[in-house]
């Protein structure tokens, strides 16, 4: 069973940063592709951005996000790190952890594993 451990959510303040950690179980998500997505009340879960296994392919959704979000990943490893910079408060969200059963993203191809989500509260 893949286990999938998010931390780091938290309130800011608009414009401040924020970094979230994600960990996999290592022998099962160090050769796949990992993302993280967000979800408010109401609204569908959204891809914020994924990372190939090797960290050598990163995406960020859409570009209110780019310039803003940044994504890495150590070579081969289970853990994944969302940078989030200049908050907003439509940033608001759940962020969730995820994980895909291949070792880069393919956009319309639905994540396997998720993670339990974290807070990111962003303040006016």
């Known amino acids: 069973q893949v286990q999938l451990t998010e931390s780091g959510g938290g309130v800011v303040q608009a414009g401040d940063s924020l970094a979230l950690t994600c960990t996999g179980s290592?022998?099962?998500?160090?050769?796949?592709?990992m993302g993280w997505f967000r979800q408010v009340p109401g609204k569908e879960r959204e891809i914020v951005a994924a990372?190939?296994?090797?960290?050598?392919?990163?995406?960020v959704a859409n570009s209110t996000m780019e310039g803003r979000f940044t994504i890495s990943r150590d070579y081969g490893s289970s853990t994944i790190r969302l940078q989030m910079n200049n908050l907003k408060p439509e940033d608001t969200a759940v962020y969730y952890c995820?994980?895909?059963?291949?070792?880069?993203?393919?956009?319309?191809?639905?994540?396997?594993?998720w993670g339990q989500g974290t807070q990111v509260t962003v303040s006016s």
């Open positions: 995820a994980a895909f059963r291949r070792p880069i993203y393919s956009a319309g191809a639905g994540p396997n594993y």
């Open positions: 990372i190939s296994w090797n960290g050598g392919n990163a995406f």
């Open positions: 290592r022998r099962t998500t160090s050769n796949n592709a």
